[in-house]
C-alpha cells in the first residue's frame, strides 16, 4: 500500500466514547481527524480540543450517517479542509432501549438498521470511491466498529441491534476482498461491554457492572482499550491485515 505522507482520518460519532478515544489515540499516532456528531457539537469541540492539544488538526462535523446528503457533506467537508483523507473508522451506532425482540417497536428497528447499517455502508461507499487506487485515490483503510454482539446474537437486550453489527463484519469480509487490489484495506473491531453513555442511553446506566461474571476477564472494558485495536489496524504495522474481525471483549 503507498504510504502516504499526511494521515488524515474521517471518524463518525467522534465526539463521545469509542469514537472520542479513538480520535485521541490517532491524533497521538499523528493523524488529522474529522469528527462526526450526530446533536452534542460541545462534546465534539471538546474532542476537538484535545486533539489539537496532542499536536495535530481537528474538523468536527455535523452527520447523520443514515442520511446519503449529509454524509456526502461531511466527506465534502473533510476534503475542502485537509484535502485527501487516507481511512475511515465507522464508529456511529444506535442501540435503541433494551428489551425483548417481540417488544421492539418497528421505528426503533428501522432507526437501529438505518445507522448502523446503511450508515455504515455509506460511509464506507463513499471512503472507498476516495481512496480506492482504481478511482486514482492514494489506497487508505477502513475500520469497522462492530460488536462482540453479532455472534452473540444479544437475547432479552437487542437482537435487532446484534443483527446489524452481524451485518457490519460481513460487509468487512466482502469489502475487504473487493478493495484489496485497489489499495484499500477493510477490518472490523468488536468492542465488548464497554464504558461509555450508550448504556444509560439505552436505559440501564449500571449494565457494565451487572453480572461481571459473565466476562472471563471479569471487568468492563475502557473505550481506550478499543482505541488501541483501531490504532494498530490503521497503522504501518498492520499492512497485511485485512478483512479481520478483531475480538476485544475480555474474552466474552
Ligand atoms: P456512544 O457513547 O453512545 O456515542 C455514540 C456516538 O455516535 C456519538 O458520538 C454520537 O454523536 C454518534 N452518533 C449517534 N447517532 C449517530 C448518527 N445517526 N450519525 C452520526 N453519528 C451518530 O456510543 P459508544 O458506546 O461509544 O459506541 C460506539 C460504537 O461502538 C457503536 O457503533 C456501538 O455500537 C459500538 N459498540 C459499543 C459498545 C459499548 O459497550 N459501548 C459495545 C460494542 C459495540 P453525539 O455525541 O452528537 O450524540
Redesign the pocket.
Known amino acids: 500500500m503507498p504510504r502516504p505522507e499526511r494521515n488524515v482520518t474521517v471518524i463518525?460519532?467522534?465526539?463521545?466514547?469509542?469514537?472520542?478515544a479513538i480520535a485521541v489515540r490517532l491524533a497521538e499516532a499523528g493523524h488529522d481527524v474529522v469528527i462526526?456528531?450526530?446533536?452534542?457539537a460541545d462534546?465534539?469541540a471538546r474532542v476537538a480540543d484535545q486533539v489539537r492539544a496532542a499536536g495535530r488538526a481537528a474538523l468536527p462535523v455535523r452527520?447523520?450517517?443514515?442520511e446519503e446528503d449529509q454524509v456526502h457533506r461531511l466527506f465534502d467537508t473533510a476534503m475542502e479542509t485537509f484535502g485527501p483523507f487516507t481511512a475511515l473508522v465507522n464508529?456511529?451506532?444506535?442501540?435503541g432501549p433494551l428489551g425483548r425482540f417481540t417488544e421492539t417497536a418497528t421505528d426503533e428497528m428501522r432507526r437501529v438498521v438505518a445507522?448502523?447499517v446503511l450508515?455504515t455502508l455509506l460511509c464506507a461507499r463513499r471512503a472507498a470511491r476516495e481512496m480506492s487506487t482504481r478511482y486514482g485515490g492514494a489506497g487508505g483503510a477502513i475500520v469497522n466498529?462492530?460488536?462482540?454482539?453479532a455472534t452473540l446474537g444479544s437475547p432479552g437486550e437487542y437482537v435487532h441491534y446484534a443483527a446489524t453489527?452481524a451485518a457490519v463484519d460481513a460487509m468487512t469480509v466482502g469489502l475487504s476482498k473487493e478493495l484489496a487490489p485497489d489499495g484499500v484495506r477493510v477490518n472490523s473491531v468488536?468492542?465488548?461491554?464497554?464504558l461509555?453513555?450508550?448504556?444509560a442511553?439505552m436505559g440501564d446506566p449500571e449494565r457494565?457492572w451487572r453480572n461481571p461474571d459473565r466476562v472471563p476477564m471479569r471487568r468492563p472494558g475502557h473505550?481506550e482499550e478499543i482505541a488501541g485495536a483501531v490504532a494498530w489496524l490503521l497503522s504501518p504495522e498492520a499492512s497485511y491485515t485485512t478483512g479481520a474481525v478483531l475480538r476485544v471483549t475480555g474474552g466474552l
Open positions: 463518525t460519532g467522534g465526539s463521545r466514547g469509542i469514537g472520542a462526526g456528531y450526530a446533536a452534542d462534546a465534539a452527520v447523520d450517517v443514515a464508529n456511529a451506532g444506535v442501540t445507522v448502523n450508515g466498529i462492530s460488536s462482540g454482539a453489527k468488536q468492542p465488548g461491554m464497554i461509555t453513555d450508550m448504556h442511553t457494565p473505550p
